[in-house]
């Protein structure tokens, strides 16, 4: 089967690091997309990596392991806005997206 | 770019009632997606166009559900009848193929149906 697996639930605090992570089992593999999404929105694309390595994008940072199955999305400097949930998506074979269950942001001050 | 427009955004409706979603993509845009998420199934994909024709439909629940893509501009997701269970909010994505699984989503329609 095809599985994304990642943490339901993190806190951290606003002007700190966190690290979102996935780890994944999927028949085809293309790459790893990553998406914001605010209570009451709509998805927004944040970062999609092929190939392993950092891709670093303003404050957020994606990271993949193709030989693990495993990426991260890296947060710095946390700002409150920050605080919605994360979700990992792997592109298969068929152009198509499967994706996680969704990680939520918990931001403190 | 106005990016992908869905409507309604919010629709209530009784059970045994039609309920008609709409999207316009964002031209240029060749793949668009249908999406239901709820709390407890997540993100479900529905169906998948591209090109304006169906790829992928096997997401479609049931017989009730059904959805077309007359041309490039113009996409309907059609419930009929509803049933309470089928509320949720439903989106609709699009992308391109030198996007890099990008995709834009549109800001949904939240049905209730009661």
């Known amino acids: 089967g095809q599985s994304l697996e990642q943490p339901s639930e993190v806190t951290a605090v606003e002007g700190a690091i966190v690290q979102i992570n996935c780890t994944y089992q999927t028949s085809g593999f293309y790459g790893l997309s990553w998406y914001q999404q605010h209570d009451g929105g709509a998805p927004t694309f944040l970062s999609y990596n092929a190939l392993d390595g950092l891709e670093e994008t303003g404050r957020f940072s994606s990271f993949l392991s193709r030989s693990d199955s495993y990426g991260y999305l890296l947060l710095q400097e946390l700002q409150m806005k920050d605080s919605a949930s994360y979700f990992c998506?792997?592109?298969?074979?068929?152009?198509?997206?499967?994706w996680g269950a969704g990680t939520k942001l918990i931001i403190k001050p | 770019d106005a990016g992908v427009i869905q409507s309604p955004r919010h629709e209530v409706t009784e059970m045994g009632q039609e309920v008609t979603l709409r999207c316009k993509p964002i031209?240029?845009?060749?793949?668009l997606f249908w999406y239901r998420q709820t709390m407890m199934r997540g993100l479900e994909l529905l169906i998948y166009?591209?090109?304006?024709?169906?790829?992928?439909d096997s997401g479609m629940p049931e017989d009730r559900f059904s959805a077309k893509m007359p041309n490039a501009s113009f996409s309907t997701l059609k419930i009929q009848p509803s049933e309470p269970r089928d509320s949720a909010v439903y989106f609709c994505a699009t992308s391109s193929t030198e996007a890099n699984y990008g995709y834009t989503f549109g800001s949904g329609t939240r049905l209730t149906v009661v």
């Open positions: 031209s240029g845009h060749n793949s």
């Open positions: 166009f591209n090109n304006n024709v169906p790829i992928d």
């Open positions: 998506a792997v592109a298969d074979s068929n152009y198509q997206l499967i």
